[in-house]
Antibody, heavy 115, light 108 residues
Framework: EVQLLESGGGLVQPGGSLRLSCVASGFAFSGYSMSWIRQAPGKGLECVSY????????SYAESVKGRFTISRDNSENTLSLHMNRLKTEDTAVYYC????????WGHGTMVIVSS | DIQMTQSPSSLSASVGDRVTITCRASQDISNSLAWYLQKPGKAPKLLVYAAFRLGGGVPSRFSGSGSGTDYSLTISSLQPEDFATYYCQQYYGTPPWTFGQGTKVEIK
């Protein structure tokens, strides 16, 4: 059974940092691209970052470029998102999802940026 | 970046109604289009990928169509569990991929 389990969310002050993790199981992790997608309260979905299966390609939404870094450890089946210089507008539920058409999603982890 | 324009933003319908939601891309996306359903407090669920292919376990009342820049999701007979928010998403060209703004389907 495919499972994606996010962790690392929480309350952080503006300007602070946070590291999200997504542990994958039930499939050949290195064979799939992965993305982080966020949803601000009451708003729609935004893909913030993408990484290819072997991590040779990464990309970022303009809203997070230069502040967020995506990475993966295929030996540990883990996807990460390092978030620096956080802003109040980064407050959202963050999901990890598999593939290009996102056929599996985690349950999400909440990030609240507030003073 | 490829922009996705989804319409309508909301609609009211009754159980048994036929419902269609449309999505327009800012350029040809060569059928690299997915549709999702999301219920409050839950992660989205894949309904359709590659414009018309049903995701695993998705009921046949859902169907996708379109080509080029224009795509649609049709629910042939709306069921109580279908009242939710629907999103389109393109995955053509350079990631990160982009979503439409969403369509909330409410009970009339």
């Amino acid at each position: 059974e495919v499972q994606l389990l996010e962790s690392g969310g929480g309350l952080v002050q503006p300007g602070g940092s946070l590291r999200l993790s997504c542990v994958a199981s039930g499939f050949a992790f290195s064979g799939y691209s992965m993305s982080w997608i966020r949803q601000a309260p009451g708003k729609g979905l935004e893909c913030v970052s993408y990484i290819s299966g072997i991590a040779d390609t990464t990309s970022y939404a303009e809203s997070v470029k230069g502040r967020f870094t995506i990475s993966r450890d295929n030996s540990e089946n883990t996807l990460s998102l390092h978030m620096n210089r956080l802003k109040t507008e980064d407050t959202a539920v963050y999901y990890c999802a598999r593939g290009d058409a996102f056929d599996f999603w985690g349950h999400g982890t909440m990030v609240i940026v507030s003073s | 970046d490829i922009q996705m324009t989804q319409s309508p933003s909301s609609l009211s319908a009754s159980v048994g109604d036929r419902v269609t939601i449309t999505c327009r891309a800012s350029q040809d996306i060569s059928n690299s289009l997915a549709w999702y359903l999301q219920k409050p407090g839950k992660a989205p669920k894949l309904l359709v990928y590659a414009a018309f292919r049903l995701g695993g376990g998705v009921p046949s009342r859902f169907s996708g169509s379109g080509s080029g820049t224009d795509y649609s999701l049709t629910i042939s007979s709306l069921q109580p569990e279908d009242f939710a928010t629907y999103y389109c998403q393109q995955y053509y060209g350079t990631p990160p991929w982009t979503f439409g703004q969403g369509t909330k389907v409410e009970i009339k």
